[in-house]
Nanobody
Framework: QVHMVESGGGVVPPGDSLRLSCAPS????????MGWFRQAPGKEREFVGA????????YYADSVKGRFSISRDNAKNTVYLQMNNLQPEDTAVYSC????????????????????WGQGTQVTVSS
C-alpha cells in the first residue's frame, strides 16, 4: 500500500532549524495537495501546514506561521517542511500526508481530508 516516507528529523537546540522531507513509497503524487501534521506526546495530532499540488499556494497553522514554510519539487516527487527558530513546544513526531483527491481545489487542515500517511519523523527541540 502506498505510504509517505518522512526524513530529516533530529534533536536540535532552541532557535535552530531543520528541514524535513516527504516522499511517497511509490506512485507520482505531484497532482495531490500535501499536508504536514505533528503529534506531541500525550496530545492529539495537529495540523502544521499544507501546500497545493502546483506549489503555488500554502496554508499554515497560526502556531508556526512565519517560522515554518512548505515547498515541493514535483520533479523529485518530494515535499519539504522548513522549520526555523524551533522551540521546545515544536517537539513532536512530524508526518506528511496526501490529499484524497487529485488537483484538490482547497487546502485542508482536517485529518480526514488526507488519505496517504507516513510513519513520521521525530523532532526534538531541547537545550
Amino acid at each position: 500500500q502506498v505510504h509517505m516516507v518522512e526524513s530529516g528529523g533530529g534533536v536540535v537546540p532552541p532557535g535552530d532549524s531543520l528541514r524535513l522531507s516527504c516522499a511517497p513509497s511509490e506512485r507520482d503524487f505531484s497532482s495531490y495537495n500535501m499536508g504536514w501534521f505533528r503529534q506531541a506526546p500525550g496530545k492529539e495530532r495537529e495540523f502544521v501546514g499544507a501546500i497545493n499540488w502546483s506549489g503555488r499556494s500554502t496554508y499554515y497553522a497560526d502556531s508556526v506561521k512565519g517560522r515554518f514554510s512548505i515547498s515541493r519539487d514535483n520533479a523529485k516527487n518530494t515535499v519539504y517542511l522548513q522549520m526555523n527558530n524551533l522551540q521546545p513546544e515544536d517537539t513532536a513526531v512530524y508526518s506528511c500526508a496526501a490529499d484524497r483527491e487529485h488537483y484538490g481545489a482547497n487546502l485542508s487542515s482536517r485529518i480526514r481530508s488526507y488519505a496517504y500517511w507516513g510513519q513520521g519523523t521525530q523532532v526534538t527541540v531541547s537545550s
